[in-house]
């Protein structure tokens, strides 16, 4: 469960969430949708305590990250592709992140060999290629077995073979009853990924909906993505909260 | 490929509530071991007094001078070296992104750099005692082969100077620790280091001469590495505590910058 009440960051004089409020839950996978720049990054930093909001507050399992007792366990995250020192074979790298949250070694070679990475795992991981790289991502995000996780963009760089993979693996994940929130800004993968969508433009929220809802008000999903996402650019001022 | 549907729990309850200290320093100990510029360290550290300490050893011509702090020279090159390792244990984990992995794994800043420097300081301490007395030794075996008689670590005073001369790598490193987390970005951090520790430090002494034994390559070439006490350098204990402060003050500004900003 994961819970973001009137969340604001200003960088500079920009806004980059403006007074953002949604919810995740359990057992579904949720789509994080926008343009680029829309600030969906930047609320799962915060969402991380990564980065310190200006006001709002975003929570998991109602509390702030910071006050989470063995973070792994609750939260596996996976922000950047390339979050790893690129000297550091992908073994050593899951083997430090394992330490922290006291997590059995043995765990290390379970999500290697899950993510598809056990042939490579003594190669220095800045000889990855991008795809490898967001798989080596993903095995830190489910060191922890963790009941949330939050993926900035996880099937860029993946291979056709690859998206149907992390595709399938996110709804798995979801279906064992776990908070799943996956950002994108691609409409058509989220269309088959996704079963809810959190939609935000300017750092505001535009549309808190499911798939079939959002598919049902216009044409097409694709359609009602760009009258939503339009809209938010075209009176960005003038617009509050949930307008549709 | 592999699928979900068996979860396996290896990660079953853990053993506390909550992470502390140990576990930190674990992760921290794990990814300084698996980085090669750790070992490229030692290896520089090593061979450096080694060559510098023999060579050094087989120049004395007699033995009038502080024989003790002259063959210890040796240590010179792994400090530079260390001081560049402690920068880069920070900045690298922001040139690479890494910080912000590492942070959702420990997100409280204040023990991880607790725990950071504990485990850094540890490997810092090692690499120079090693130096230090592979410096030592290295220019005492050439100093008796010219049939000179060398110092010898039956004097506690001695002793004490091959202590502090490792101990000096600790500080420069926290030194670069610091300058690595206030300023996060590889090359310029080794430019900071450099500068503030070597450049602006010769700069200063060379203006005002008074402050030429304060600046902190100095403090542990002519202070904490000496027997016989120079004229305008301090004692070597007072050397100790004041390359300590700088280097509190140092860590604790990047310290205080992790803990507010944004990562």
Redesign the interface.
Known sequence: MIDVRNLTKRYGLQAAVDNLSFDVRPGAVTGFLGPNGSGKSTTM?LL?????ADSGAARINGRA??E??????E?G?S??V????????AR??L???A??????S??VE?VL????LSSVAGKRAGTFSLGMAQRLGLA?AL???PQVLLLDEPVNGLDP?GIR?IR??LK??AA?GRTVLVSSHLISEMAITAEHLIVIGGGRLLAETTVAELAARSGSLEQAFFELTSGSVEYAGALSGKVF | MATMTAMPVTTATPPRDGYRFGNVARMEWIKLRSLRSTWWTLAFAAAGAVGIGTAVGVETKGTSGDLTNNVLSGVALGLLVTGVLGALVMSSEYGSGLIRTTLTAIPNRRLLLAAKAATFCAVALVIGELASFLSFAAGSIAITARHLTGPSLTDPAVVRAVLLAGVGYLLIGLMGMGIGAIVRHSSAAVGVLVGVVYVLGQVIGGVFSAAMGYVPISLVANSMSTVKRLPHAPDPWVGLAVLSFYAAIVLGVGGWLLTRRDA
């Open positions: 930093r991380l305590g990564l980065d310190i990250y910071h989470l007792a063995w973070p792994m366990r939260v995250a922000l950047e390339r979050a790893f020192h690129p000297g550091r074979t050593a790298h083997q430090a992140l330490a922290s949250n006291a997590i059995a043995a765990r379970e060999e899950m993510v598809g830190g060191l922890g077995d073979d993979w399938n693996l798995e994940l064992q």
